[in-house]
Nanobody
Framework: QVQLVESGGGLVQAGGSLRVSCAAS????????IGWFRQAPGKEREFLGR????????YIADSVKGRFTISRDNAKSTVYLEMSSLKPEDTAVYYC?????????????????WGQGTQVTVSS
């Protein structure tokens, strides 16, 4: 059974940086894509980017490009979302998700496995 556990959220001042982690377990993820999403109160879940586990190739959505990066550590079975130049509008619950995907990466309904989410709050 696939399990995803996010950690590393918290309170940070505007302009600061934060790294959230997604620890994956339960199977081999070689053929999986790990996606990062966030959801603010009253808003739809927003796609931030994804990484293909086998190649480590990341893709960052235009909305956060230049501020967010995604990487993975094979030895730790962990994917990271590193965020910099944070803004109050980045405040949200951040989720990682996983599935075998070869397209439609930004559609949250395509991912079958989700973590519990971690809260990121950016103060002004």
């Amino acid at each position: 059974q696939v399990q995803l556990v996010e950690s590393g959220g918290g309170l940070v001042q505007a302009g600061g940086s934060l790294r959230v982690s997604c620890a994956a377990s339960g199977r081999t993820f070689t053929d999986y894509v790990i996606g990062w999403f966030r959801q603010a109160p009253g808003k739809e879940r927003e796609f931030l980017g994804r990484i293909r586990w086998a190649t480590g190739t990341p893709y960052i959505a235009d909305s956060v490009k230049g501020r967010f990066t995604i990487s993975r550590d094979n030895a730790k079975s962990t994917v990271y979302l590193e965020m910099s130049s944070l803004k109050p509008e980045d405040t949200a619950v951040y989720y990682c998700a996983a599935d075998r995907l070869y397209g439609a990466y930004s559609d949250p309904s395509k991912y079958g496995y989700w973590g519990q989410g971690t809260q990121v709050t950016v103060s002004s």
